[in-house]
């Protein structure tokens, strides 16, 4: 069930007149935002999805803006995802990564953030492998800063797609049991959305081995569960997160096949969540190992795709916003 | 040339060694203690002695640092030894202990003999070095302990890197035990420790730092602990830092064992919370604990289960320091702010002034065998004055040290060092 919108293909006036000024001048933290904050950018994401469905993708929105990409990690999904998004907006893009930079030349990341700063960008989006990385960067620059990821830390846009992926499939995220399922302890995805939907009122649980899980995550305001099946009973959303593959090398987990066995996702297990229950999976998937392919590619319970097109729509939303702060200024 | 003799009078004077505090007046004369009477002032002055009116200020020993790190030999862009002593000076610190990783290790005799020549070029604060306890500190062959301490090295150390094969550093204590070196050691399992830039906890969870528990220091003072018994010799814990590990000293002081610890001016200051928004300038070794922890740590200060306060001086320019936090350089410049924030928790009533000064002054001086940090007559003339009422705004940029990474930096504290003196010489006067 798709949220209500205006009837039709939104036009630009349509899609603009929905458009308002983020109230933060930077966008770092899911903790930073509120659920009317939420909820409008849902919205407006809406009407992006809608957009973006459509032949002719474009708004001007962002024209004569610049936006750069820092990706300090590898990523695709991520990355080409705020690179449309800039783009169907009318930005000029710029991608750089650590390879064609001078980071390779051992320039630190503030001297890197600083100089490209000085080609006055307006919205600087950054992954970088350290937590905290966005922040300081939000310190040290005049643009606006989108944190991409930081360390173990946050990826709020990513927490905001699968909160939309969610709200189209049940019509409200309130009052859903979500289980999120696998490496909490390294994942900045099981921050970003436990934030956020204890925030909106979704019931959390996290599931996983004992040495894959934070430090007193019971005082996360979530149910803590080390049994995927008692975990995932009963769960709407079961929210499968990626298991970084050198975790095996520091004796966190023993194996694949024993992680897959205990905490892998397969159609045996999903059973024994709500019969109406959802699927979901950042990307990118360690098939047979944290999920099994029979799940993952069921277009009936799988959201995977979706969260892929929510995180384009998702993104312009913010861009469109943070933008929009730029403009009132 | 001797110095010209200065008399303090109407001072409030601490002494540790005879746990006097009160009025009192002082002379240093020839590089020693000459006088020290209770009452305001002297009778009858010759002229050719300068007199300054204390007007109540504090004048107590100097205080003696026992973990200081500089970047002399190796690293001076970070700090030198003379930026170091000026910081010192500036601070009421007339001794400092500096570390051995520097670059060349001072794991040689010749690298000791180095400092402490430059110290005596600089002529400002005494400079000791402490001698590497295993050679470049890889904590597998024993370094020349013997010719380092006729070099002058006041004690040996692994310093940030503990000593991680149990038969080394049994052998170490041994050996060490049985020339009368001091061996102080850093308590941290190494690999419950390995690329931890916090505590665990809640919070350091929520940040996604890479984090390490309490129980690693617990478990390698617990060892240490075994060792001493093993061996009979003394141990100085490095920087005790949590509630759990006190726990242990305490035990082990209470079977008669020689060991003494040294706890951090910033544990005994600052928690785990002060890390707030990836602030790198609070990442420390050992890290920033709970409030708990740092409360046990004071408690532990004023019953004396803590025996010496360090600032755990370590200079980190910025280029180390404005990283992301898993990355940046740990440690913080302590020196110049050493005496104001112990200070503070005089002002505030948790530990009497007297064990304060006497944990920074009479402790370490009898850990590693000097003759300072008493006001007795013929003792050394290494005094600071310091008017402990001044309220300061700390300014990182106005600090001595090469290096600015201070956690006071914008912390207002009470304390201002007035005069500093090392072998009756003023090495720092306030304007």
């Not at chain 1, 903790?31 to 992006?48: M, N, Q, T």
């Not at chain 1, 993708?57 to 991520?78: C, H, Q, V």
């Not at chain 1, 503030?110 to 939000?138: C, E, F, K, W, Y």
């Not at chain 1, 696998?182 to 959390?204: C, E, K």
Request: hydrophobic share 45%.
């Amino acid at each position: 069930m798709t949220r209500p919108m205006a009837p039709g293909a939104p036009g630009a006036d349509d899609v603009r007149a929905r458009t308002f000024s983020f109230p933060h001048r930077h966008f770092l933290s899911a903790a930073d935002l509120d659920p009317v904050l939420v909820g409008d950018l849902l919205d407006l994401a809406d009407g992006f999805v809608a957009l973006n469905r459509q032949q002719t993708k474009k708004l001007d929105l962002l024209k004569g803006r610049t936006l750069i990409n820092l990706f300090f990690e590898a990523s695709t999904r991520t990355q080409s995802s705020f690179e449309l998004a800039g783009k169907r907006l009318g930005a000029d893009v710029v991608n750089m990564s650590p390879r064609s930079s001078s980071i390779a030349k051992g320039e630190t990341l503030v001297d890197t953030a600083v100089t490209l700063n000085a080609m006055q960008p307006d919205i600087l989006v950054i992954r970088h492998g350290s937590s905290g990385a966005a922040s300081l960067l939000a310190q040290k620059v005049s643009c606006c800063v989108v944190n991409a990821g930081d360390g173990a830390h946050e990826h709020p846009s990513q927490a905001l797609l699968d909160t939309l992926s969610m709200r189209r499939a049940f019509g409200r995220v309130g009052g859903l049991t979500v289980a999120i399922c696998g490496d909490v302890l390294h994942s900045r995805v099981a921050r970003s959305n436990v934030a956020l939907l204890t925030m909106l009122g979704a019931h959390v649980r996290v599931v996983g081995p004992p040495t894959l899980m934070p430090c007193d995550v019971g005082r996360w305001g979530v149910e803590v569960h080390h049994d995927l099946k008692v975990g995932i009973a009963g769960a709407d959303v079961v929210m499968m997160l990626r298991l970084q593959l050198e975790r095996m090398e520091g004796a966190l987990i023993p194996s694949k096949r024993e992680y897959f066995r205990l905490w892998g996702l397969d159609r045996e297990k999903l059973a024994l969540a709500s019969p109406d229950a959802r699927v979901m999976h950042p990307g990118p998937m360690n098939r047979g190992v944290e999920i099994d392919s029979d799940v993952a590619d069921d277009l009936a319970v799988s959201l995977i795709q979706d969260q892929v097109e929510m995180g384009v729509a998702v993104r312009m939303a913010v861009l469109a916003t943070l933008a929009a702060r730029l403009d009132n200024r | 040339m001797s110095p010209r003799p200065i008399a303090f009078t109407g001072a409030r004077l601490v002494d540790p060694e005879t746990g006097y505090d009160g009025p009192g007046a002082l002379i240093a004369s020839g590089g020693r203690i000459g006088e020290v009477t209770h009452e305001a002032g002297f009778d009858a002055l010759s002229s050719d002695i300068r007199i300054v009116d204390a007007a109540g200020a504090l004048l107590c020993p100097g205080l003696i640092d026992l973990r200081v790190k500089t970047g002399e030999p190796g690293s001076e862009p970070k700090e030198t030894l003379k930026s170091a002593a000026r910081a010192a000076a500036a601070g009421g610190v007339t001794s400092i202990v500096d570390q051995p990783d520097t670059d060349p290790t001072i794991d040689d005799p010749a690298v000791a003999d180095f400092i402490l020549r430059r110290a005596r070029d600089i002529e400002l604060v005494h400079v000791y070095p402490a001698g590497a306890a295993t050679k470049g500190l890889k904590g597998v062959g024993m370094a020349e302990i013997g010719l380092m301490r006729e070099a002058g090295c006041v004690y040996v150390t692994n310093a940030d890197r503990p000593i991680a094969d149990s038969r080394v550093m049994r052998r170490v204590l041994a050996y060490a035990g049985g020339l009368g070196v001091l061996v102080a050691h850093r308590p941290a399992d190494p690999w419950l420790t390995d690329g931890a830039c916090a505590t665990e906890s809640e919070f350091s969870g929520r940040l996604g730092l890479a984090s390490e528990p309490v129980a690693a220091e617990t478990i390698m003072i617990e060892r240490d602990i075994a060792l001493v018994a093993l061996t009979g010799a003394r141990l100085m814990v490095d920087q005790v830092s949590a509630a759990a590990p006190l726990e242990s000293l305490a035990r082990a002081k209470g079977r008669g064992l020689p060991i003494i610890a040294t706890a951090s001016i910033n544990h005994l200051t600052f928690n785990e919370l002060d890390i707030g928004d990836y602030r790198t300038f609070c990442k420390l070794i050992p890290p920033l604990r709970a409030e708990a922890d740092r409360a046990a740590l004071v408690e532990a200060l004023a019953s004396g289960l803590v025996d010496i306060v360090v600032s755990a001086h370590a200079p980190a320019p910025p280029e180390d320091k404005r990283l992301p936090y898993g990355e940046a350089a740990p440690g913080a410049i302590g020196l110049e702010t050493l005496l104001p924030a112990l200070l503070t928790l005089c002002h505030e009533g948790h530990v009497p002034l007297a064990r304060l000064i006497h944990a920074v002054t009479l402790a370490p001086a009898r850990a590693i065998g000097l003759s300072a940090g008493r006001l007795a007559a013929g003792a050394p003339a290494d005094l600071a004055l310091c008017d402990i009422h001044a309220p300061r705004l700390i300014d990182a940029d106005a600090l001595l040290s090469k290096s600015k990474n201070s956690p006071f930096d914008g912390r207002r504290l009470q304390g201002r060092v007035l005069m500093t003196l090392v072998d009756g010489r003023v090495v720092f006067e306030a304007g």
